[in-house]
Each structure stands twice: as structure tokens, then as C-alpha cells.
């Protein structure tokens, strides 16, 4: 389908502008210039496509959904041609295959590499988007595609600049390879980046490794095998199907899960039904019970013969227990896999530090200080300290709507969305797996695929109506919101500190940013909305129709003065979008 002949774009220097040339960017970049044949510039930061399989090449890096899921679905092509070679694949082998489909599709030319978005203005009707080249181009639509976990993070910790060793992140890790023989090497973070990173440097000739823990983490063990040539033919005989049962769960994975709670069994019970998914590896072990992120007595029975798993594979029973995680439910915080990880710790020359019980103090010219005093000396220092997830890269990058107001002023307490795909007060701004969506609860690519799709065939819808912009009201911006708290509430995800819960980064503040309600129940969601002429947004003409949600009277001046007397904090730019 093409919208080209129907739509002016004389005002704009393009119909589109998207942020990211990742599984999201590609995608879009494709549906819009390659179907609608509307015109579209994709900016990227990094010098290829790849997004976060660009910057994560830390070793040990590794998808953990299975390579034949973790894809595209939307060419037959692609899916054909591309073979996966192990069960998880492999950060170059990911990086490889969007380098095949951006080749396959012919992407790259419309893709500028190697360049920052610094701002977004909504203005005059158009988005302003200008780049640290010193460019600024127009565009009718503005959509980010910057994944959800796109800026690092390392913690403020004392004195960290005056550390004279090698520092890496892994999530920008470089692309020279690193060397770590015969060094003594700290690894700052146990989450799903530290668990793969840790065993991979304990297999080098280092010297020391020593792993700065802050939350112990329950493993499950990946079990990665290759895909030999019989599986993978198998996998193709079927492939439509399973991509279809992906699509239609409640986390992305062709899983089913088991209608059975382990709230009412006995111990051994549980056991004898975890013990197979556990020697099977993966994210089915997730899905045995379907009240596990519901029900605290199912959980706990999980929880518990995970931290048994744990005993059994470390040696050092005082070791074992720094390990064994007892402040939080399984799966409240991302649930990690891992290939030796627990193993690593058996090694003689490894050694871990609690920082709950032995705080880092601060960082020397030589290492770390601890809180007991000790003076650990490193040669390298792996920070596996995690993002600014869901809204730090979307807030990096100076977004600012209607009437002056940023993303940065509106999102003050948190984000709120309609959907998770816009804003109130930023028209014609789509948002692929933003805050409010099920993005990072399920396996990437498929939410990826049904937001890429949606804003597709909303943006056609809009310009073959001829209709110049679309924005959330307030009234459904507010309702999602809470929606989204309400079903969080209902699960054990809220009983922990998390980057879920916005809590890894210091002063932001406290609140579950993905959709928890389930993939498939969002994917309908979105498509009613849709099927209801955008239920809850306004198609207007005109900027003079934004912003008044349809069914809201305009405020009169001493109205206006009367809410700002019951409410002296009320933001400015609320109450001029009302009056
Ligand atoms: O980051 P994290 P990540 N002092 O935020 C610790 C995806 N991913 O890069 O738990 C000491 O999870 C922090 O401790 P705590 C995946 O979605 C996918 O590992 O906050 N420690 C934690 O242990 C994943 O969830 C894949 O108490 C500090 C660690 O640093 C997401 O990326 C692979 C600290 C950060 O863990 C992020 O994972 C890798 C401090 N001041 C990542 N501050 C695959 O698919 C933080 N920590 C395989």
C-alpha cells in the first residue's frame, strides 16, 4: 500500500523522523518508506545499525530468548534465508543478522550514522529535529525507536575519577578487543549483563576477579547447545506457527504455561515439576506456574528451590549464602540465565565482596576502598551497573511539545503515556516499547513488531484522511496511567527495588514503568483502540483543536485563578492548556 500520491509533504523536510537503527528503527524505517513509500530519515548514534547489540559486546554477551524467536516475523524471506546457529544467539551473530535484513531491505542509505538527536521541538505544527552536527530538519511525524535500555549507567560512586586503571561499561563496551590477562579485575553488578560478563572473565588467565554484589540474583541456567541442521529444518516446518503462538502470548515466547499454581502443593511436589524445566534451561522455567509474579506462596516455593540450586552448585558455604537472594520474589527483578555462572565462584582465584554488609567506600588512584577498611587494588574495573532504563535515553534527548512544555517538565513524577506509543501535548510523536507498554516483560522483537505495525497503519489512516495530527487526550493519557499502577499493584513486582521500578537511578521517582497486564491482552487493547477511530486520541486539523480533548470546556480566567488558589503547584503549563 502506498499513501504517496495522497499526502502534501511540501512543508516538511520529511514525513518522518526516527530515533535508532535497532530491532525497532529498521522496522519502521522499512514499513514506512518501503510500503507507505512515505519519506524518512532514521537517525543513529552509533556508527552501523545493531542498537543495543551495537553497544553490549561485552563478553559473554548472549540474547536470552531463543535466536529462532528473538527476530523479525513480518518477511519470509528473512526468515528463510537466515539460519541461527546455536539455541541463544550470540551478540556479533545478532549484530549480523540486523546487518543481513538492513542489506536484505536496503535500509542503510536512508539511516545517518554516527549522529545524535540533541532536541525535538514540536513547532508550528512540524517537529523541529536538530542533531549534534548542527542540522535541524522538519518532520510531520516523530518517532522514537531508542529501545528501553540505551543509556548506561555508573554509579556516583566517591572519588571515582581518580581511579587510574582501565574502566569499561558493558553496555558500551569497546570494540577493540580487551585484554585481561594477568589482571586483577573487579566486576561492579550482579544483573543479567554481570551474570554473563563474570564467568567469561573468570575463564581468562586473570589474575584475581573479584565481583562487587549489591541483590544476590536467581540464575537459571541457559543451557545453550548449537542448532544443528535437523532442529533448524524442524523450526522452519513450522515456523508460522510457532511465530503466531509468539505473537498471541502473554510474554511474547511460543510457551504455554501451565494452569497450575504451586500455592497448594507440598515442597517435593514443586520440585518434581521444576526439576524438568530446569534441566531443559530457559525462560519456559518462567511459565511452570501461572501465578508465580501473582501469588507470594507459589513464588516463594520457586524462589526456594532456586536458592537450593544455588547452595548446591558453590562450594564455599559462606560464599553460597552471599549468593543465595532472600530480600525478593524470583522474576520481581529481570530474571537472568546464565552458563557457569555459580561455578565461577569455585575458582580459587575469584572472590566476592557483599556491598550490603561491606559498602564501597570510595574509589582510590588504585582500586576500591571498602567500608572495612580494606584496599582492594585492581588493574581493570568492569562497571555491569545497568541503564537509565525505559525514559533516560527519551529524556537525553530534549523533547519538547506544544506549548513550550518538555518531556522532561511533564514526565517530573514519572512517566505517563496513552499506550505507551504518545503523549498528551506531543502531537504526531509515537513512542516504539515507550514507558506504559509491555517492551522489556516480554521477548523484544514481538512488541517491537505489533507497535511498529500500529503506527504504520495509523500514520496511513491519517493521510489518506488527510487529517494533519494525532495526540492522546489528557482524559485517556490519565486513565492508562492509572491503569497501568492498578495491574503492577496486583503483582509481587512492586515489592522490590528495581530498574522496573524506576529505583536504580537515584532521585527518580518510584514507579513501574513497563505494562505488566500481558502482550497479547495489549496487542487487542491497541487494535480496539484503532478498531474505535483512535478511541482516545484527537484527529484534529488544526493546532487550535489540540489540546482540548474534545469534551473539555475551556476555563475562564477566574476559573483558572480558582484552581491555581486549590492548587499553587499545579504546572503552569496545565492550566494554560485549559484556560
Ligand atoms: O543491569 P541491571 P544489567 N553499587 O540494572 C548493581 C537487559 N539485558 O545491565 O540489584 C553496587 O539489571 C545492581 O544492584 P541492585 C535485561 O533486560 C539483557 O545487568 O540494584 N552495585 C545490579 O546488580 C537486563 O535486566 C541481556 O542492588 C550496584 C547491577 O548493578 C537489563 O538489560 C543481557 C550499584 C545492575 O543490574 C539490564 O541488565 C544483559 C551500586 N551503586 C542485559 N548500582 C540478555 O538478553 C547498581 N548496582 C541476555
Not at 327 to 337: G, I, S, V
Request: proline content about 5%; some cysteine; aromatic content about 12%.
Amino acid at each position: 500500500m502506498s499513501v504517496n500520491a495522497t499526502h502534501d509533504q511540501a512543508d516538511v523536510d520529511y514525513d518522518a523522523v526516527v530515533v535508532g537503527a535497532g530491532f525497532s528503527g529498521l522496522y519502521q524505517l522499512h514499513r514506512l518508506r518501503d510500503e507507505l513509500g512515505l519519506s524518512v530519515k532514521v537517525v543513529e548514534k552509533a556508527d552501523d545499525v545493531g542498537g543495543t547489540w551495537y553497544w553490549n559486546r561485552y563478553p559473554g554477551a548472549r540474547c536470552d530468548s531463543e535466536s529462532h524467536i528473538y527476530c523479525y516475523s513480518f518477511n519470509e524471506e528473512i526468515m528463510s534465508e537466515w539460519q541461527w546457529s546455536e539455541r541463544y544467539p550470540e551478540q556479533p551473530e545478532v549484530l549480523e543478522y540486523l546487518r543481513f535484513v538492513a542489506d536484505h531491505l536496503d535500509l542503510r542509505k536512508d539511516i545517518e550514522f554516527g549522529t545524535e538527536v540533541t532536541s525535538a521541538t514540536f513547532e508550528e505544527g512540524t517537529w523541529q529535529v536538530e542533531t549534534d552536527d548542527g542540522e535541524t530538519v522538519s518532520s510531520q511525524f516523530f518517532i522514537t525507536a531508542v529501545g528501553c535500555l540505551s543509556t548506561p549507567y555508573v554509579p556516583d560512586f566517591e572519588n571515582r575519577d581518580a581511579y587510574e586503571g582501565e574502566t569499561y561499561h558493558t553496555g558500551k563496551w569497546p570494540h577493540d578487543s580487551v585484554d585481561f590477562e594477568d589482571k586483577r579485575v573487579a566486576v561492579i553488578g550482579t544483573g543479567a549483563s554481570g551474570i554473563q560478563v563474570i564467568p567469561e572473565i573468570g575463564k581468562e588467565d586473570v589474575e584475581h576477579l573479584t565481583v562487587f554484589q549489591r541483590t544476590p540474583n536467581y540464575a537459571v541456567p541457559a543451557r545453550n547447545r548449537p542448532l544443528d541442521d535437523q532442529t533448524w529444518e524442524d523450526i522452519q516446518r513450522n515456523y508460522e506457527d510457532i511465530m503466531a503462538e509468539a505473537h498471541d502470548d502473554g510474554s511474547g515466547f511460543p510457551f504455554d504455561t501451565a494452569r497450575q499454581t504451586a500455592g497448594d502443593l507440598a515442597m517435593e511436589e514443586v520440585e518434581q515439576i521444576l526439576e524438568p524445566r530446569w534441566q531443559e534451561g530457559g525462560w519456559r522455567f518462567l511459565v511452570t506456574f501461572e501465578d508465580l509474579l501473582i501469588n507470594p506462596y507459589t513464588n516463594e516455593k520457586v524462589s526456594q528451590y532456586l536458592r537450593e540450586k544455588i547452595r548446591e552448585a558453590v562450594d564455599d558455604p559462606e560464599t553460597a549464602e552471599k549468593l543465595v537472594p532472600t530480600d525478593h520474589y524470583y522474576a520481581t527483578k529481570r530474571p537472568p540465565l546464565h552458563t557457569d555462572y555459580y561455578d565461577t565462584f569455585n575458582r580459587g582465584y575469584v572472590s566476592l565482596v557483599d556491598v550490603t554488609e561491606n559498602p564501597v567506600e570510595r574509589f582510590t588512584a588504585d582500586g576500591i576502598r571498602t567500608e572495612d577498611g580494606v584496599e582492594h587494588e585492581f588493574d581493570m574495573v568492569v562497571f555491569a551497573t545497568g541503564f537509565d532504563a525505559m525514559t533516560g535515553t527519551l529524556l537525553q534527548m530534549d523533547i519538547t511539545g506544544r506549548n513550550g512544555r518538555t518531556l522532561e517538565e511533564k514526565w517530573a513524577d514519572g512517566p505517563n503515556t496513552y499506550l505507551g506509543l504518545g503523549v498528551h501535548g506531543f502531537p504526531n510523536l509515537f513512542t516504539v516499547t515507550g514507558p506504559q507498554s509491555p517492551s522489556v516483560l516480554s521477548n523484544m522483537p514481538v512488541p517491537i513488531e505489533h507497535h511498529v505495525e500500529w503506527i504504520s497503519d495509523t500514520i496511513a489512516d491519517l493521510l489518506e484522511e488527510g487529517t494533519r495530527y494525532i495526540e492522546p487526550t489528557r482524559a485517556a493519557e490519565e486513565a492508562w496511567t492509572e491503569h497501568n499502577m492498578d495491574l503492577a499493584e496486583e503483582t509481587l513486582y512492586t515489592t522490590v527495588d528495581s530498574w522496573y521500578m524506576n529505583e536504580n537511578i537515584p532521585d527518580k521517582p518510584t514507579v513501574f514503568t513497563p505494562y505488566p497486564g500481558g502482550v497479547d491482552v495489549y496487542h487487542d487493547t491497541i487494535c480496539e483502540v484503532k478498531q474505535k477511530g483512535y478511541e482516545g486520541y484527537t484527529l484534529a486539523d488544526s493546532l487550535d483543536e489540540l489540546g482540548r480533548d474534545g469534551e473539555k470546556p475551556k476555563l475562564g480566567i477566574f476559573e483558572a485563578m480558582e484552581l491555581l488558589h486549590d492548587d499553587p503547584d499545579m504546572d503552569l503549563a496545565d492550566l494554560m492548556e485549559m484556560a
